[in-house]
C-alpha cells in the first residue's frame, strides 16, 4: 500500500510558477508510474501529465506541455509538478496518482491517490 500526499498549492496570480510535491510513504513508489490530474470545478477529473518509474519517459496533456515539467527523487520518494506561466484556467485541486506499468493517461488505471492540493490562479 502507498500514501500520497500533495503539498505545495496555493493562490498566486497569472504568470506565477508554483512546484508541487506528491511525497509517497508506506511501500515505497520508486517502481511506480506517477502521474499529476486536476479536476476544476464544476469539471471532471483531467490528466496532467505522468513520469515513469526512472524519469526517463514522461507525457503532458496539451493544455500544459511547454509550462509544466513533471520530475520525481526517488531518494525522497517525491514526485514533483513545477508549473510555470500559470493561467486562470488552471485552477483546479491537484492529484497524483500512482500506479504499476507504464505510462497511461486513463483515471482508472492508477491505484493509488492523493488527497489533493488546491491552485487557484486569479486573473
Known amino acids: 500500500q502507498v500514501q500520497l500526499v500533495e503539498s505545495g498549492g496555493g493562490l498566486v496570480q497569472a504568470g506565477d510558477s508554483l512546484r508541487l510535491s506528491c511525497a509517497a510513504s508506506?511501500?515505497?513508489?520508486?517502481?511506480?508510474?506517477m502521474g499529476w490530474f486536476r479536476q476544476a470545478p464544476g469539471k471532471e477529473r483531467e490528466f496532467v501529465s505522468t513520469?515513469?518509474?526512472?524519469?526517463?519517459?514522461?507525457d503532458y496533456a496539451d493544455s500544459v506541455k511547454g509550462r509544466f515539467t513533471i520530475s520525481r527523487d526517488n531518494n525522497m520518494n517525491t514526485v514533483y509538478l513545477q508549473m510555470n506561466s500559470l493561467k486562470p484556467e488552471d485552477t483546479a485541486v491537484y492529484y497524483c496518482?500512482?500506479?504499476?506499468?507504464?505510462?497511461?493517461?486513463?483515471?482508472?488505471?492508477?491505484?493509488?491517490w492523493g488527497q489533493g492540493t488546491r491552485v487557484t490562479v486569479s486573473s
Open positions: 496518482a500512482g500506479k504499476t506499468g507504464s505510462l497511461s493517461r486513463l483515471i482508472s488505471w492508477y491505484d493509488y
Open positions: 508506506g511501500r515505497t513508489a520508486s517502481g511506480y508510474t
Open positions: 513520469i515513469t518509474w526512472n524519469g526517463a519517459i514522461t
